[in-house]
């Protein structure tokens, strides 16, 4: 049985819990990704973001992702995944991903590969609102990605 962890949340987000959770004695590393909210996108200033969710459908991509994780980096001890829903202000962290191996190479590889999947599968939008007033619904998985 894994201990993995995978939550939706209205309430903020614990670097330390998700970081507690990925933990393991046969951990050589543990990966921890936070992602923010930046101040701008495409050069518009970015007041704050409204992210919403359909949970049950969340969770059991999130679930998909630590399979997938396992078929590639077979010895993987933990994956945590964690989203925010609601208003979030800039520098507030809307996502964390952790990934616990045995060897670093691998946890950053599965940690990378979860938040570039969970990006593009999961069924999680968010409302850009910015300074001149307007705003837009965006698929998280239309969002820039990690080059």
């Known amino acids: 049985m894994t201990q993995d962890s995978f939550r939706v949340s209205f309430a903020p987000l614990s670097l330390q819990e998700v970081y507690q959770l990925a933990d393991d004695g046969a951990n050589g590393a543990i990966v921890l990704m936070s992602?923010?909210?930046?101040?701008?996108?495409?050069?518009?200033?970015?007041?704050?973001?409204?992210?919403?969710?359909?949970?049950?459908?969340?969770?059991?991509?999130?679930?998909?992702?630590?399979?997938?994780i396992r078929q590639t980096w077979p010895d993987t001890n933990r994956v945590v995944i964690h989203h925010r829903t609601g208003k979030l202000q800039i520098g507030e962290i809307s996502v964390l991903v952790a990934v616990g191996c045995p060897h670093r190479g691998e946890a950053f590889a599965a940690c990378r590969y979860a938040i570039d999947t969970l990006k593009h599968n999961a069924p999680i939008w968010k409302k850009e609102y910015w300074s001149d007033g307007s705003s837009q619904w965006v698929s998280i998985g239309a969002c820039e990605t990690a080059h």
């Open 35 to 68: 992602g923010t909210v930046r101040e701008q996108t495409d050069g518009k200033p970015v007041i704050y973001l409204d992210y919403q969710a359909y949970e049950p459908m969340a969770i059991e991509v999130f679930r998909q992702i630590a399979g997938q």
